[in-house]
Structures are given as C-alpha cells and as structure tokens.
C-alpha cells in the first residue's frame, strides 16, 4: 500500500472515530430534556430537571397580579402539573410545546424557575387581513399602530 | 471580478432586505420577529459552505502542497467564522422574543458553538506555528478533522431531543413554509453566498499581497 494510502486510511478511521464518539457520547449523556413519562418513572425530589412537553388545553391559569402560572405538560400518556412564578414568553400557550427547567417537589408538582416555549419549523404568512406584504405592517409599525 | 461580485452583492442584499420586509409577510404565530431568520439561516447556511471549502481545500493542501490551497483553506476559514459569529448572535436575539431565553444548552446550539470555537481554534493554530510550511500543514489537518462537525451541528435537531425546532432548509421533508417566506428566505440565501464569494476573493488578494511582501 502508497504512503498515501496509508494516510487516506489512517486519517477515515480517525475521522470516523471521532465522529462516532460525538455521536454516542452526546446521545447518552446529554439528553436535553426529559418527559412527563420520564419524570413519573422515577421522580427525585429536588433534584434538578428539564421537562418537556406539549401545554395541555384548558390546563393554563395565569394571575397577571400575583404572577401564579400553573398548568399541565403532556406527553400524550402522562402529564405533570407545572407551577412558576413570573411571565411566560410570548409563544407559550396551550397546544404548544414548552422545555421548563426546575425540580420535582414532595407535594407532586413541578417547580419551574424558567419557562421556554418551543416553536415549529412552519413559517406560514398569517390568514385574512392579517396576511398583507411587509412593507404595509412596516408603515403601520412606523405610524405606530403596528404590534412588536 | 472582484468588483463585479462586490455589486452584485450589494444589490442581492438590498433586494434580500426589500424583501424579508417590504414583501414577505409576518409569520402567523411568531409575527415581525420571525423575520429575523432572514439573517440567522443564510448565516448558518454560508458558513456551511465556507467550511466545506476550508475541508476540500485542505484536502487539496496536503495532497499537493500548492499554497494556493492553503491561502483558500485560511480565507474561507475566516469568513466561515465570521458567519457563524453572526448566527449565533442573530439566533440568541430571535431566541429571547420567542424562546423566552438567550440562551441554552440543547444539541444545536452547544454544537454550534463548538463549531465556531473550533475553527477559532483553526485561526489560532495557525497565528502560532512560525514556520509557514507546517502551519499550513497542522491547519489542514484541523481544517478536516474540523468539518465532521458540520452535519452534527445540522443533524442535532433531528437526533436529539432540542429546543431548536427542526431544519427547514436542507431538510429531508419538505419545509411547511408559505411561498412568500420561501421566496425572502431564497433571495437573502443567494444574496449571502455573493457576499461571501465577493469577501473571499477579497481575502485571497489581500493573502496574495501578503504573501509577496513577506517573500
């Protein structure tokens, strides 16, 4: 075999190596969340976690006074009552998914410190009135009648 | 050339910005913000390509030993980590309105950060060997090793569980996405590849230049 054989050989098993090694070691250490199923399985008390899931519908309440967030997190088997102190992001809303980071509490609730909201890959141009070219939503938004 | 490209560029990204604002619509659910994935994908997407080069032309490196590989591996690598700079800054401000955070540490952005320290990295490498023939050499060899990294960062979202939502360029269903976005987002994506193009030919002279005065 050529040196450079040699070398081209060398170097894809090297490579490949590598490759494999990121691939295993992320795909069993890192796992970004855990689901409701999950957590049910075996839940640890103030142990640090986060949770994902879809906000089930008719789950949310929100007191804009005292800043009491409360709903349920499904995975379409299990579900996990979340509560959290503050405001959600825009996007959170029942019937989405959210990433919640906090820890599992004795009296069967989850304690979120931060809630992240999750948004698909669509990108659709909205329905009706709302659907006009950008140049249109960017006068409004300088005659300031546009939202954010 | 040279010029030539710089115009072209100059008009794509004009046109790139009349029409990520003046005729794609807001986005149905994230409204005026999703616009900024008019920045954020052709960002990512360049840097793709620019590090792609960076791998066939340190390939070519090591197997020729021309320098003129080597000046296109060292050109291309600046500018990729320019574009990937800009991703993730551009990512992080869209991530804040929609996510509800700047910043987390799921598969796509941990390994799209570990994309851009690596080819800081590849920079560093070279600013450090003296000796010109065998910088090259160690950077090459980075420059190659560095590129497996490429399809993680795209792919992570589909192997691992992320906040990131899916691709919806390169994907391999067909992206949910209206026509009008489509079109802004093709505009921009073209628009970033001439820039890119227009500052990589500007970097190979400058290296020329550079070059010439040291020899």
Redesign the interface.
Known sequence: MSRRGKFLLGGGVIVAALAYMIYAGVSQSVVYFVTPSELRAQPVAGKAYRLGGMVQPASLKWEPRSLDLSFTLSDGKTSVPVRHKGTPPDLFAEGRGAVVEGTWTTEGYFKASLIMAKHSEEYKAPHGDEAQPGYKELLKTLKGQGNP | MTRWLGWLAALGLLAGLAM????????????????I?YVHVPSILTAYLAFALVLIASLGYL?TRRTGWDRLAHSAGEIGVVFTGLTLVSGSIWGK?????WW????RL?STAILFLIYVGYLLLRGMVDDQERGARYAAVVG??GA??IP?VHFSVL?????H????IL?PER????A??GLALLVNGVAFALLFLYLLSKRLALRRLEEEIRA
């Open positions: 990520g604002f003046g005729y794609a619509p807001k986005d149905a659910v994230q409204g005026n913000v999703q616009r994935m197997f309105p929609t996510w509800g955070t987390t540490w799921d598969a941990t190659i090793l497996v990294n993680i192997w691992w569980r992320t906040l939502q899916p691709p919806t994907s992206a949910p996405v209206s009008s976005i």
